[in-house]
Every structure is written in structure tokens, then in C-alpha cells.
């Protein structure tokens, strides 16, 4: 298959936008001028599947500069720029996606990208290492490594890891601190937020909205919703996660709790069937659902399209309304899948900036690193987390201190004291 997207027509609009989304992401390009000069990753086969945004493009575009032959899916059936798509295609990378695809289609892409045969590839939620392992596996010899770009797929690869099912080198883009200090908690908080009102066009300022988990990208979505003049309940299963949220401030409480009080819920918590039947069953008329997980897992669906007997219709573009027997109604956004991304255009370009330079500069250090790596998940190195804080400091003109030669020598020695 040579590239499947919604339309060609749109790619001048696509092409505007990734070059608006560009003029945020200044590490990035700083890294695409060092790559046209050094072409680190001439030979070298990528396959990626990514939410296909303009951020996403901007990276893309980095890579191919850098030597690499790129092609691309996407991550989730929902989260798919049309325009964007097709702006890549001009662009010379190959691109599988089309927004609202279907899950046959989400696969079919995923295998025309394995169908380069890549040496390293993208994930974001770590769809592409699983269809590798389990129906490909033939292809995983030619690879030499890959990257994570989100919680649920690190939780998985990990997860293979320690069963010893997991074949090659994996970096876990997700846990630099320039990913997830900033792209989880400020990138989902924003965006989430951003797609609940597009999708509802409802003031949030004096409802409830309960956020389920209170990992970084809770933290986030907790602080913007407060910001916007609302009520935040935090439930959580973490002990301490649940002390921090309190002394932020937040009610917290058991979900059964709050299913009573919220007018919106939301997840973000990477696991399964985080809002159940018992949590729907209690829920108020007009309490509206929504997921930032990577998953469409963590609302469980099939108890809400039970709990539906009084009828489901399509209310908004973004908004389905279940109507229970007893008459209340309760709405689904994005129909469970992620909510900035389907609702909304996800995270802004200026944390992505941040992200995808861990993902070019990870993707660079797999190849140069390539003999010494074990089939196991690594962290991305301090060094490359350090520069791509440096570098957006210095695009955001900020400048810092540096340690003395004195400050250094007492941090590394033992002998002084009281």
C-alpha cells in the first residue's frame, strides 16, 4: 500500500499548520539543522505510529532530515489531522492514517508501515511493538531498536519485558523529565480541558469535575480544571498520590463517592475499567464522561450502552447521550477514546517541543549505541534530557546559574560538615 489518507486536497491547509505548530517547537528545528549537516540516521528505516498532528509532522520532518526513510500511522483511530496527512504525503513520507478509521483499517495501516521493514520504530502505546511480536515476528531481526512516546505503552513494555517477551532495545521517551513534567501534566491539562468545552460548548466554572488518577497527567488536567473556576475531586488507589493531591488543596475521595456529586468525570489513569456499571448506576442527569488515556479502556463502555435503554443518540459531533430507563442521561465525549485528541488537537506544540526532541535524539543514540543495547526497556540518558532542557531554555531566553568550581567540589565531598 503507497499511503492512505482522507484527501490530498488538504494538504495546503496541512502544510500551513504544521508550519504554524513549527514556529512553537525551536529545539526541534535546532535539531533538524544539525541533522541535514551529520545525517545520523542515513540507512536507517523508521516506522511510526504517533497521533498524526502538526506537531507530530514537525518530527516527522526531523527525522527525514536527519537521512532516515519515514513512514507513519496513526496511534489512535480518533486522533488523525486529515489535512496533516496529507501534508505528509507532499512531504515525501509515507502515510497510513484517516481520522475515525476503523479498527480493521487502524491494523491495515499499522502493517503497510511494518511493510518498509523498519530498523527502528516510534510507538505511542506500543501498538506497533505488539503486532511485531505476535505477527511479525520474522521482521524483529532487522531491528535494532525503538522508542516510547506514552505511559500505558511503557506499562506494557515493561510488562514484556519482565515476562522475557520483549525482543529488542526499547527507550522510554516517556519518562524524561522534559516529557512528562511538562507534555503530561501542562500538555494534557490544557488540552483536555480545551476539548471538553469544544465538545460541549458547557461552563465548567462551578461544576464538579472529578479526575480519576493523580499521575502527572491528573496533576495537570486537576490544575487547569480548578483554573477554569470549577469544583476538583481527585479519587486515586495511591496512597501518597492521594496525600499530595489533598495538600493541593483537592477533595479527595473513594469514585463511588463522586459519582454522585460530578457533573464531569474524567480518566487518566491507564488502566481498565476505571468508571464502571456500579459508578454509572449512581451518576446524576447530564454527568458527561471523558478519557485521556491512551486506551478507550478506562470507561467501560458496554455497561454504558447497557445502561442505555431508554436510547443513544448522537448529540454533538463529539458527544453521545445515553438515555438509562429511569430517564436521566448521561454523555460519552469522543466516544471514550482519548478526549484532546479526538475532541480537540492535542497537546500544545511548545510541550511537544520538548517530547519529540527526546524522540529524534533517542532515535539518534539507538543507532550509535546499537551493539551495546539488550532487549529490555531503557531510560532515555540524562545527558539528552539536560541538552533538551538546556536548548528550550535558551529558545525561551531564559538564562540560569552555573555551580562554582567551589559548589561543585563540596557537592562531591564528604569531609566538610558541622
Request: glycine content about 10%; some cysteine; hydrophobic content about 40%.
Amino acid at each position: 500500500m503507497t499511503n492512505d489518507v482522507r484527501d490530498m486536497s488538504l494538504a495546503g491547509s496541512g502544510r500551513e499548520r504544521i508550519d504554524w505548530a513549527g514556529a512553537e517547537m525551536p529545539v526541534l528545528a535546532l535539531i533538524k539543522e544539525r541533522f541535514e549537516k551529520e545525517r545520523p540516521l542515513d540507512g536507517i528505516r523508521i516506522g511510526a505510529c504517533l497521533h498524526v498532528t502538526t506537531e507530530t509532522a514537525n518530527l516527522m520532518i526531523t527525522l527525514k532530515a536527519g537521512g532516515a526513510e519515514v513512514a507513519l500511522c496513526a496511534s489512535n483511530p480518533l486522533s488523525t489531522q486529515d489535512d496533516v496527512a496529507a501534508a505528509l504525503v507532499e512531504e515525501g513520507i509515507d502515510t497510513f492514517a484517516i481520522k475515525g478509521e476503523d479498527t480493521d483499517t487502524f491494523f491495515k495501516h499499522i502493517n503497510a508501515v511494518l511493510d518498509i521493514r523498519p530498523n527502528i520504530t516510534m510507538d505511542d502505546g506500543a501498538d506497533m511493538v505488539s503486532v511485531l511480536h505476535k505477527e511479525r515476528a520474522d521482521q524483529i531481526a532487522e531491528i535494532i531498536g525503538g522508542t516510547e512516546e506514552t505511559t500505558t505503552g511503557v506499562i506494557r513494555l515493561r510488562a514484556m519485558a519482565t515476562d522475557g517477551a520483549l525482543k529488542y532495545p526499547i527507550v522510554s521517551v516517556n519518562d524524561a523529565d522534559t516529557k512528562h513534567l511538562f507534555d503530561n501534566r501542562f500538555g494534557t491539562g490544557q488540552s483536555t480541558i480545551d476539548a471538553i468545552m469544544r465538545a460541549t460548548n458547557r461552563l465548567l466554572a462551578g461544576r464538579t469535575i472529578v479526575v480519576c488518577g493523580y499521575g502527572m497527567c491528573g496533576r495537570g488536567v486537576s490544575s487547569r480544571a480548578r483554573g477554569m473556576g470549577a469544583h476538583v475531586i481527585v479519587t486515586e488507589v495511591d496512597p501518597t498520590a492521594a496525600i499530595e493531591a489533598v495538600m493541593e488543596g483537592y477533595r479527595v475521595m473513594p469514585l463511588r463517592d463522586a459519582a454522585r456529586v460530578g457533573d464531569v468525570f474524567v480518566t487518566v489513569t491507564g488502566d481498565t475499567t476505571v468508571i464502571g456499571r456500579d459508578h454509572m448506576e449512581l451518576m446524576k442527569d447530564g454527568a458527561m464522561l471523558a478519557n485521556s488515556g491512551h486506551f478507550d479502556v478506562e470507561i467501560d463502555k458496554a455497561a454504558l450502552a447497557s445502561l442505555g435503554t431508554g436510547g443513544v443518540r448522537r448529540i454533538r459531533e463529539f458527544v453521545d447521550e445515553y438515555t438509562f430507563g429511569d430517564g436521566r442521561r448521561v454523555y460519552l465525549l469522543g466516544e471514550g477514546r482519548l478526549v484532546n485528541l479526538s475532541a480537540a488537537e492535542g497537546h500544545p506544540a511548545a510541550v511537544m517541543d520538548m517530547s519529540f526532541a527526546n524522540q529524534a535524539l533517542a532515535a539518534e543514540w539507538v543507532v550509535e549505541n546499537r551493539a551495546t543495547l539488550e532487549a529490555r526497556v531503557y531510560p532515555v540518558p540524562v545527558e539528552i534530557d539536560k541538552d533538551v532542557a538546556r536548548l528550550k531554555l535558551h529558545a525561551m531566553g531564559v538564562e540560569i546559574d552555573r555551580l562554582t568550581p567551589e559548589q561543585e567540589h563540596y557537592l562531591l565531598s564528604w569531609e566538610q560538615g558541622t
